[in-house]
């Protein structure tokens, strides 16, 4: 599969997952359905895992393992979940897709480096269209209980988002090396025992008999697709392209989780969700002028001149 196809396809079933969770979630908690879907995904993996030579991985690699996993499934799921409680779900693409902005932040105010005025004016932008959308519930609901719970679910979403930037930069340095399937196995196993904790004191208060077919429907989607399919695609593509130009695809997401939360769970997008989003992909288009990056030119780049990058190291097959 050409790695511009498997991101674009990981991208819509992570873009039709918040609605189809926020479902699930009125009915199982959030660290349990976590729980159980990345543990059982794990077990899908671990036969292929094991036919590797796991002898073979340094310490650096299984922290490498350990680090991208609690990054990008602890930190990113377990928030992402909880915002899900909270917030919209059509909420969760948009600020995903502000990811770019807060990169920024970090380099210019952590990391001292120095920002070139396109860029600033770019990022400023986009962060106000961030700003909006956060408190959007404000400008809508007024200051009350329906806008604190809202609010929050937007800043939890915000807190996943920051996982999600630290994700695939761990990562990167270890898939040229390191079995794909071995990082999957491993990685989910590891993540799910971090949201284990949290499952036992929600079963205090929840069965499992009482799981109906919206939480079965969310486990199901959790554990074949959003976990097991989309990631290997992600890993897959993410192996074979340049670092910088994988966030791109998270702009499809939007897209899609409103396609699938209109019907689903009658979520329709205003005036001010509209004009956030709009301000978000402006500001980073200003910034960083990444039309040509469209996913859609890319794939078509594949049939011209364009190529992917030669640095993207390529995956060893089991």
Not at 193 to 210: I, N, V, Y
Request: proline content about 6%; glycine content about 8%; aromatic content about 18%.
């Amino acid at each position: 599969m050409h790695p511009i196809l498997a991101l674009i396809f990981a991208n819509v079933i992570w873009g039709a997952g918040p609605p189809i969770f926020k479902l699930a979630l009125t009915n199982i908690p959030p660290f349990t359905l976590a729980f159980i879907r990345f543990f059982f995904a794990s077990f899908l993996f671990l036969p292929l895992a094991l036919r590797q030579p796991l002898k073979a991985l340094s310490r650096r690699d299984w922290l490498s393992i350990i680090g991208a996993s609690f990054f990008g499934v602890s930190i990113n799921i377990g928030f992402y979940f909880l915002g899900l409680q909270r917030a919209p779900s059509i909420n969760a693409s948009v600020i995903a897709s502000s990811a770019p902005v807060f990169v920024f932040l970090i380099s210019v105010f952590f990391l001292k480096e120095r920002a070139r005025l396109r860029t600033s004016l770019g990022m400023l932008v986009a962060f106000l269209g961030v700003l909006i959308l956060v408190f959007e519930p404000l400008v809508v609901d007024g200051v009350g209980t329906n806008y604190l719970a809202a609010w929050q679910g937007n800043i939890f979403y915000i807190v996943a988002m920051l996982g999600s930037v630290f994700f695939p930069l761990i990562l990167k340095g270890i898939l040229s090396r390191v079995n794909i399937y071995v990082i999957l196995c491993f990685g989910f196993l590891f993540s799910s025992l971090t949201f284990f904790p949290f499952m036992l004191r929600e079963l205090s208060s929840w069965q499992f008999a009482s799981l109906n077919m919206a939480g079965a429907g969310g486990i199901f989607y959790g554990v074949f697709f959003c976990s097991a399919l989309a990631y290997w695609l992600y890993y897959y593509g993410l192996a074979r392209i340049a670092t910088q130009e994988v966030g791109v695809f998270s702009y499809i997401d939007p897209i899609v989780t409103v396609i699938v939360a209109i019907p689903l769970l009658r979520e329709f997008p205003n005036a001010v969700y509209f004009a956030a989003l709009f301000l978000i992909l402006l500001g980073i288009y200003i910034s960083e002028g990444r039309i040509h990056y469209h996913p859609i030119m890319r794939l078509r780049s594949r049939f011209g001149k364009e190529k992917i990058a030669a640095d993207a190291p390529l995956l060893r097959e089991p």
